[in-house]
C-alpha cells in the first residue's frame, strides 16, 4: 500500500514563488523505507505530455532545463515528505505537478521508471 498526496499548488503571477510538498504514506514507504526510494517530480500541461522537472537520488538532484536555476528539490525522510520550491515562476510553468517515487534501481528523469504516483496539484502563473 503506497499513497503518495502533494499540496501547495496555486496560482501566482510572473516571477512568485510557490513550495510545493509530497507526503508518502503507506506500508511501502513506512520503517525508514522512504529514504530508499527515488523521488521525483513531473508535470503536465492542458495539451502537453508528462514531463520531468526534478529528482532525487542518493547521489544527489537531477532538474529539467526549463527549470534548471529557479527549482529546488529537497526532501525530509524524517517526516516522509518530499518538496519542489519553486521561484522566479513563469506562465509556461502553469500545468499540475505530480509527486512519483521510483526503486532505487531506477532512472531518475526517466517517466517509466516511477511506480507510485500522487494525483497532483495545479499550478497556474499569470502574467
Known amino acids: 500500500q503506497a499513497q503518495l498526496v502533494e499540496s501547495g499548488g496555486g496560482t501566482v503571477q510572473r516571477g512568485g514563488s510557490l513550495r510545493l510538498s509530497c507526503e508518502a504514506s503507506g506500508d511501502t514507504f513506512s520503517g525508514g523505507k522512504f529514504g530508499s526510494y527515488i523521488m521525483g517530480w513531473f508535470r503536465q500541461g492542458p495539451v502537453e505530455d508528462r514531463e520531468f522537472v526534478a529528482g532525487?537520488?542518493?547521489?544527489?538532484?537531477a532538474y529539467g532545463d526549463t527549470v534548471k536555476d529557479r527549482f529546488i528539490i529537497s526532501r525530509d525522510n524524517t517526516k516522509n515528505t518530499l518538496y519542489l520550491q519553486m521561484d522566479n515562476l513563469k506562465p509556461e510553468d502553469t500545468a499540475v505537478y505530480y509527486c512519483?517515487?521510483?526503486?532505487?534501481?531506477?532512472?531518475?528523469?526517466?517517466?517509466?521508471?516511477?511506480?507510485?504516483w500522487g494525483r497532483g496539484t495545479q499550478v497556474t502563473v499569470t502574467e
Open positions: 532525487m537520488t542518493w547521489g544527489g538532484r
Open positions: 512519483a517515487a521510483a526503486s532505487p534501481e531506477g532512472i531518475v528523469n526517466s517517466i517509466s521508471s516511477y511506480e507510485y
